[in-house]
């Protein structure tokens, strides 16, 4: 069945930086569009970037736009987030998902833990 | 920018009891381009509604969407210990802008 694992959360400080992976299997990963979400305590749902199969077309929220880089790499089924000028308010889980293009969210990750704080 | 509104922030039920998610937009959704979205911590989230009122994949059918416009509903029948979850309500499409509700946290 389809799966996606997300790893590289963790606790960082205001102003740093981290990766997240996001290893996909059960599908083929290169046919499917694929984008990060989060979810912050109090705030919701927020889409943070998203990536067509080739990545050729990339969005990003308003929110993380020059801050967050999304790729891939369909050989490893793999996508990451790159996260730079950390703030408190990136603090969330975050998850993987497969997208069809529309951003209707057909199969989501278990989610990775995001902690920016002093 | 379309802003969906879900009600209520929380609700409280016992098993067996049935559930009225509320979502409301600000301006028309078109083609019916609202989702569901049940989230547990620590589990994978996973779609319940799409195009307003289609089940997914493996959905049981105690969940049921309606609603077009601005108005949408996600009713749960005979909800039970398992059915505890927060539930997002987003509007998809072709636009640019993506639109999540705030959430509803059912609690059993």
């Known amino acids: 069945q389809v799966q996606l694992v997300e790893s590289g959360g963790g606790l960082v400080h205001p102003g740093g930086s981290l990766r997240l992976s996001c290893v996909g299997s059960g599908f083929n990963f290169g046919d499917y569009y694929m984008a990060w979400v989060r979810e912050a305590p109090g705030r919701g749902l927020e889409w943070v970037a998203a990536m067509n199969p080739s990545g050729s077309i990339i969005t990003y929220g308003d929110s993380v736009k020059g801050r967050f880089t999304i790729s891939r790499d369909n050989s490893q089924s793999s996508l990451f987030l790159d996260m730079t000028d950390l703030k408190v308010d990136d603090t969330a889980i975050y998850y993987c998902?497969?997208?069809?293009?529309?951003?209707?969210?057909?199969?989501w990750g278990q989610g990775v833990r995001v902690i920016v704080s002093s | 920018e379309v802003v969906l509104t879900q009600s209520p922030g929380t609700l409280s039920l016992s098993p067996g009891e049935g559930a009225i998610l509320s979502c409301r937009a600000s301006e028309d959704v078109q083609y019916k381009d609202l989702a569901w979205y049940q989230m547990k911590r620590g589990q994978a989230p996973r779609l319940l509604i799409f195009g307003g009122s289609v089940r997914a994949r493996g959905i049981p059918d105690k969940f049921s969407g309606s609603g077009s416009g601005t108005d949408f509903t996600l009713i749960i029948n005979e909800v039970q210990v398992e059915d505890s979850a927060t539930y997002y309500c987003q509007q998809y499409g072709s636009t640019p802008r993506v639109a999540f509700g705030q959430g509803t946290r059912l609690e059993i």
């Open positions: 998902a497969w997208e069809d293009g529309r951003r209707l969210v057909h199969g």
